[in-house]
């Protein structure tokens, strides 16, 4: 069984039961210490972009929104055990051009890792994937806050939702964590791990 450990803000490491290890969007908290076999950046704002602070194993990969993103057209790619469809993510903040989420897959399970979004057009779609969790922003002032991300939650339709990105200079604030009414929710604290 994959296992995520959220490290705070926008950050967290993906551990599948095979052992291939994911990082999505580095830059917060602790747990860089396992070599990387893939590393996931939505966007080149400083607090997603920090793959320094990962160190790669010799196969290892990084995917930026640069190799995912091209012409309109959202890419897949498949690493070891984990493949990834890259999906769109934007705001007022985020241009549609330089920011993409992820869906990832790996052991029987699919994980929407948004980014820093607000509600996207391919939401609805998702509905169609089934997916089992899905990983929201919520600040509200970079991205939506924690009544849109709720409708988002529903209009996706994972069976479990984690809210991050929450507090601007924090790694988790647990007001607006519990202002994030979503059916499914999972509150992630920093350095928690949860069982996908």
């Not at 241009?95 to 052991?107: A, N």
């Not at 059916?183 to 949860?194: C, L, N």
Request: charged content about 20%; proline content about 4%; some cysteine.
């Amino acid at each position: 069984m994959a296992v995520l450990l959220y490290q705070g803000h926008g950050s967290y490491r993906i551990t599948t039961n095979a052992g291939t290890v994911v990082y999505i969007d580095p830059f917060a908290g602790k747990g860089y210490d396992k070599k990387a076999d893939l590393v996931l950046v939505t966007h080149e704002h400083y607090d997603h972009n920090n793959t320094a602070l990962v160190t790669l194993k010799p196969a290892g990969k990084i995917l930026r929104e640069s190799d995912m993103l091209s012409d309109n057209i959202y890419r897949c790619e498949t690493v070891k055990d984990v493949s990834v469809t890259a999906v769109p993510a934007y705001n007022a903040h985020h241009d549609r051009s330089e920011c993409v989420g992820y869906i990832i897959g790996m052991d029987d399970i699919t994980v929407y890792a948004a980014g820093d979004t607000s509600r996207t057009d391919a939401m609805k779609r998702m509905r169609g994937l089934h997916l089992d969790w899905a990983i929201l922003p919520i600040d509200g002032i970079y991205n939506m806050g924690p009544e849109e991300a709720a409708a988002c939650a529903r209009i996706i339709g994972a069976k479990h939702t984690i809210p991050v990105h929450m507090k601007p200079g924090n790694l988790f604030d647990e007001k607006m964590a519990q202002a994030f009414l979503a059916q499914g929710r999972v509150i992630a604290r920093p350095g928690e791990e949860i069982a996908l």
